[in-house]
């Protein structure tokens, strides 16, 4: 099974400039994810990082000039215009991006540009005052005006000592920029619904059972919903998170307050995301002044929480219902033992527990099953994983759908 949906044959684009040494990165990453990739090198790129490295990387011999006798005896660059699904160029250099605007033809890159109907996007990196200048803002307003998606760049500290915008994306940020069109509209005009990050429960007023929940799965999930065409409301729980643009969100705080905003919330609802990391158990009692400390035990009293993934699934309009497992072992045991025990439609488990994925992290892996079926999407960027699961969630639902109507 794929691990996400990105085009099968990428041509990656290289140009000059000291941000060339993360294409080899982008190029483990992308190949990680099942894309083949060939390398296209221009002259000022050889001097930054060597066509053996992306060779390695890429498994394939990096191409760099319309004068390979090998390679073009039989007009291999329009072979590989015709051959590629996408073409990226990451870094895409000031002189790279004037070139493209021109429609120049004078290198290998630029003439399959030139000769190619497959999507280009452009991962600008250099100084911030080249970015900034307006012969370089003209020439993305070109590119763009041609359908070229630009892929940042990012603010901070630069090789040249200035501080500003200019830096190239991190690979993993231009994968996700690579996934959001293939989900574009895949859940136009459905309205979903996402809980996402912890709950608090007081003990007094200033302890509280909680857990490790980040809340960066779920909000995830929220941005690649809306960059499918959903309308998305957000319930979270406490996290530092920024809303992702587009979102309607609503905080609280505990388990019963998350229960009223879903009810609250749940009238019209397409689909269910159950991503928040709910307590199990609360405090019997909130105690309203702090408990002084002693050298005494202390036995705390604990009742259960609603399980409100179980009650969305049992409510008589139900929605298409996703939940979430995270587990320390036995994952698909326990995932599929979930799903069938609470009737829901699909279920996203997760390792926790361990170093780089999960809680706190920025990366995740999932296993994915629905009656009848599963997908497993490798460890990589929440938000790459977002992407792929939203993708299946669009596909099972339109499958559901049907067999509801046939």
Same mark, same amino acid.
């Given at each position: 099974?794929? &691990?996400?949906?990105?085009?099968?044959?990428?041509?990656?684009?290289?140009?000059?400039?000291?941000?060339?040494?993360?294409?080899? !990165?982008?190029?483990?990453?992308?190949?990680?994810?099942?894309?083949?990739?060939?390398?296209?090198?221009?002259?000022?790129?050889?001097?930054?990082?060597?066509?053996?490295?992306?060779?390695?990387?890429?498994?394939?011999?990096?191409?760099?000039?319309?004068?390979?006798?090998?390679?073009?005896?039989?007009?291999?660059?329009i072979?590989?215009?015709?051959?590629a699904?996408?073409?990226?160029?990451?870094?895409?250099s000031?002189?790279?991006l004037?070139?493209l605007?021109?429609?120049r033809?004078?290198?290998?890159?630029?003439?399959l540009?030139?000769?190619?109907?497959?999507?280009?996007?452009?991962?600008?990196?250099?100084?911030?005052?080249?970015?900034a200048?307006?012969?370089? &803002?003209?020439?993305?307003?070109?590119?763009?005006?041609?359908?070229?998606?630009v892929?940042?760049? $990012?603010?901070?500290d630069? $090789?040249?000592?200035?501080?500003?915008?200019?830096?190239?994306?991190?690979?993993?940020?231009?994968?996700?920029?690579?996934?959001?069109p293939?989900?574009?509209?895949?859940?136009?005009?459905?309205?979903?619904?996402?809980?996402?990050?912890?709950?608090? !429960?007081?003990?007094?007023?200033?302890?509280?059972?909680?857990?490790?929940?980040?809340?960066?799965?779920?909000?995830?999930?929220?941005?690649?919903a809306h960059?499918?065409?959903?309308?998305?409301?957000?319930?979270?729980?406490?996290v530092?998170?920024?809303?992702?643009?587009?979102?309607?969100?609503?905080?609280?705080?505990?388990?019963?307050?998350?229960?009223?905003?879903?009810?609250?919330?749940?009238?019209?609802?397409?689909?269910?995301?159950?991503?928040?990391?709910?307590?199990?158990?609360?405090?019997?009692?909130?105690?309203?002044?702090?408990?002084?400390?002693?050298?005494?035990?202390w036995?705390?009293?604990?009742?259960?929480?609603?399980?409100?993934?179980?009650?969305?699934?049992?409510?008589?309009?139900?929605?298409?219902?996703?939940?979430?497992?995270?587990?320390?072992?036995?994952?698909e045991?326990?995932?599929?033992?979930?799903?069938?025990?609470?009737?829901?439609?699909?279920?996203?488990?997760?390792?926790?527990?361990?170093?780089?994925?999960?809680?706190?992290?920025?990366?995740?892996?999932?296993?994915?099953?629905?009656p009848?079926?599963?997908? !497993?999407?490798?460890?990589?960027?929440?938000?790459?994983?977002?992407?792929?699961?939203?993708?299946?969630?669009? &596909?099972?639902?339109?499958?559901?759908?049907?067999?509801?109507?046939?």
């Amino acid at each position: 099974m794929s &691990q996400a949906l990105l085009p099968a044959r990428i041509v990656l684009g290289v140009s000059g400039g000291i941000a060339a040494y993360k294409a080899a !990165e982008l190029v483990r990453c992308l190949r990680q994810r099942g894309a083949e990739v060939q390398v296209v090198m221009t002259r000022g790129a050889s001097r930054f990082i060597t066509a053996t490295t992306l060779q390695a990387l890429s498994g394939r011999p990096v191409r760099k000039s319309l004068w390979d006798a090998a390679a073009e005896a039989a007009m291999g660059h329009i072979e590989l215009a015709r051959w590629a699904d996408a073409i990226v160029i990451a870094p895409a250099s000031a002189d790279t991006l004037a070139r493209l605007a021109q429609g120049r033809a004078d290198d290998l890159l630029t003439t399959l540009c030139l000769a190619s109907s497959a999507p280009l996007w452009v991962a600008p990196a250099m100084n911030q005052q080249m970015w900034a200048h307006p012969a370089t &803002q003209a020439n993305l307003a070109v590119l763009r005006g041609r359908g070229a998606r630009v892929i940042g760049p $990012a603010s901070g500290d630069q $090789a040249c000592g200035d501080v500003g915008l200019g830096r190239m994306s991190q690979p993993l940020e231009i994968i996700h920029e690579l996934l959001a069109p293939l989900v574009s509209g895949v859940l136009a005009g459905r309205r979903v619904l996402i809980n996402a990050g912890p709950t608090l !429960e007081d003990i007094d007023p200033v302890r509280f059972l909680g857990n490790r929940s980040s809340g960066r799965m779920g909000f995830a999930v929220a941005e690649a919903a809306h960059a499918a065409g959903a309308e998305v409301h957000l319930i979270a729980g406490p996290v530092s998170l920024a809303t992702p643009s587009g979102v309607r969100r609503t905080d609280v705080r505990s388990a019963l307050e998350m229960r009223a905003a879903v009810q609250a919330a749940l009238s019209g609802v397409d689909i269910f995301v159950a991503a928040a990391a709910i307590a199990d158990y609360r405090p019997a009692e909130m105690l309203s002044c702090k408990r002084k400390k002693s050298s005494e035990g202390w036995n705390l009293a604990l009742v259960a929480n609603p399980d409100i993934v179980a009650e969305v699934a049992a409510s008589e309009n139900k929605p298409f219902v996703v939940g979430f497992a995270a587990e320390t072992n036995d994952v698909e045991t326990h995932a599929r033992s979930k799903l069938a025990r609470k009737q829901l439609d699909m279920i996203a488990a997760n390792l926790v527990g361990c170093a780089g994925r999960g809680f706190e992290s920025e990366d995740n892996a999932l296993s994915v099953f629905w009656p009848g079926g599963s997908e !497993e999407i490798a460890l990589c960027d929440k938000r790459v994983a977002a992407a792929r699961l939203v993708t299946l969630i669009a &596909q099972q639902l339109a499958a559901k759908v049907g067999v509801a109507k046939a």
